[in-house]
């Protein structure tokens, strides 16, 4: 079998990018991009997302979550990063997939170690300790192979990518686990899967392959529980990403045709024929096409490499509302989306990058309103002192050595701004503000400190009791 796992890793690698600070109105209140504490650092970036146990889940190819040592794998509390066991270490290096399934969450890629335990690019983790799945996946004569996708389908948990052997069985590229043991998916399929979802009460399979189950497919295909079948006449090049809405199953990539029809980098699929997603989207780099979906607020977000939508510029993530696109935010971000995942109320977008707008936020950001400024008393910024809080409404902000604040803002849990003002410091390295909220009702509020050219510095909960 070709290796296209080298030729995937450049697509996605070519370019960082930048998340843009926007804060917008909308009927869901305003919303800002956020970061998360000092996000992820390492070789690549974020791959995948999942939330678990209330949780934020991140895999990918990092070795640090904030100040805290992470292999591949960390998890987001709302407030602050933690480790899950040792991480996820070896082979490749790297996590691509995580799903939850009986109650624990799978992570998959290219790694030999869970913790101490050899894995073989897949584990399963409980909320304390890591497991293994048998021998795990292994590529044709044992070499490297890795877990691209994962789905539940029928009680059983899909798992798809390159190899040759799941557990002791052959499985060529996609293969099932019952919870205790593996099994094959007919004679399964003949090269790279790169997403999995499941639609209409089948189990779509789509990557970078002309054959399913002895079935000519291109580059899709779907599983009825007892055989392969065609999706239409597929699209003309790899899919990287399967979601649904709206009733509708979406495929997006870098194919340009979908049935036979011109379908820029997305097309919908209604069980019967393939459809166009407007104008769909169009890059100017080699490479580009949609890697990520994720439904939130009742809008498709679609990320990847990509700067239009028509005559519309997006840069790299979009929103559908099954009619029309829009941006997220008015600049977009300048380049590659990998990731999706909601939570808090707020959609987070991973990659590899290192600013939302004009703020920190390496690799991951959160696109949200006041709720994601409210999961913690705690301050990320050093130097920065918020006292008595909780208090009666009277609340002093201090702040030393960092004499860009400029602004203060403060909002309620409606968004509604209900406090401004101008930063006055007494001295260069001392600034220390008196605030009186006391004729609010009792409840939780964001603080919002910004710069001279308004874009933020630090943020935070007041809670007026």
């Known amino acids: 079998m070709e290796n296209k796992y080298a030729t995937r890793l450049n697509k996605k690698v070519l370019f960082p990018f930048i998340f843009i600070y926007f804060f917008a109105v909308t009927g869901y209140g305003q919303f800002w991009w956020h970061p998360l504490d000092a ?29 805290i040592t992470a292999r591949n794998i960390a998890r987001w509390s709302g407030w602050n990063w933690d480790s899950v066991g040792s991480g996820l270490t070896g082979g490749i290096n790297n996590v691509e997939t995580m799903c939850v399934y009986n109650g624990k969450l799978y992570a998959g890629g290219g790694f030999y170690a869970a913790d101490k335990l050899a894995a073989n690019d897949i584990a399963v983790w409980d909320g304390t300790h890591w497991d293994t799945l048998g021998r795990g996946l292994r590529e044709c004569g044992g070499g490297l192979g890795w877990a691209d996708a994962m789905a539940v389908y029928n009680g059983k948990l899909y798992v798809a990518g390159a190899f040759c052997h799941a557990g002791n069985i052959k499985a060529f590229n996609i293969a099932c686990w019952d919870g205790a043991k593996w099994d094959s998916v007919a004679s399964g399929i003949n090269d790279s899967v790169y997403a999995l979802a499941v639609y209409n009460g089948k189990l779509y399979a789509a990557g970078q ?10 580059n899709i295909a779907y599983w009825d529980g007892t055989q ?3 999706v239409g006449t597929g699209t003309n090049e790899p899919i990287f990403a399967l979601t649904t809405y709206n009733g509708s199953l979406y ?62 510029t997006v ?46 936020a390496s690799d991951i950001a959160a696109w949200g309103g006041i709720s994601l400024g409210l999961n913690s008393l705690a301050n990320k910024m050093p130097g920065m002192d918020v006292y008595p809080n909780p208090s009666n409404g009277k609340f002093t902000i201090q702040v030393t050595n960092s004499p860009d604040v400029k602004y203060l803002e403060i909002y309620n849990v409606m968004g509604k701004r209900i406090y401004s003002s101008t930063y006055q410091p007494s001295v ?38």
């Open 39 to 67: 996000g992820v650092t390492g070789e690549y970036g974020i791959l995948t997302e999942a939330t678990y146990n209330g949780e934020l889940y991140v895999g990918g190819w990092f070795n640090q979550a904030g100040n």
């Open 251 to 312: 495929a997006g990539g870098s194919f340009t045709t979908a049935g036979g029809n011109t379908a820029h980098y997305i097309a919908t699929w209604n069980g019967t024929k393939w459809a166009t997603a407007g104008s769909g989207l169009t890059g100017v780099i080699t490479g580009s096409g949609v890697i990520a979906f994720c439904v939130f607020n009742g809008q498709l977000y679609v990320g990847g490499l990509f700067n239009k939508s028509g005559s519309l």
């Open 315 to 360: 840069n790299n993530i979009a929103t559908w509302n099954g009619t029309v696109w829009d941006t997220v935010s008015t600049r977009g971000v300048d380049n590659i989306v990998d990731a999706f995942a909601v939570m808090d109320s707020a959609i987070y977008a991973g990659g590899e990058f290192t600013h939302a707008g004009n703020i920190a």
């Open 209 to 218: 392959f002309s054959s399913a189950g002895g079935q000519s497919v291109n």
């Open 228 to 230: 392969w079948n065609a």
């Open 428 to 465: 260069i390295d001392y600034q220390s503000y008196s605030i009186d909220i006391s004729t609010q009702p009792a409840g939780v509020y964001l603080y919002r400190l910004l710069n001279q050219s308004g874009n933020l510095v630090d943020e935070g909960k007041l809670l007026v009791q």
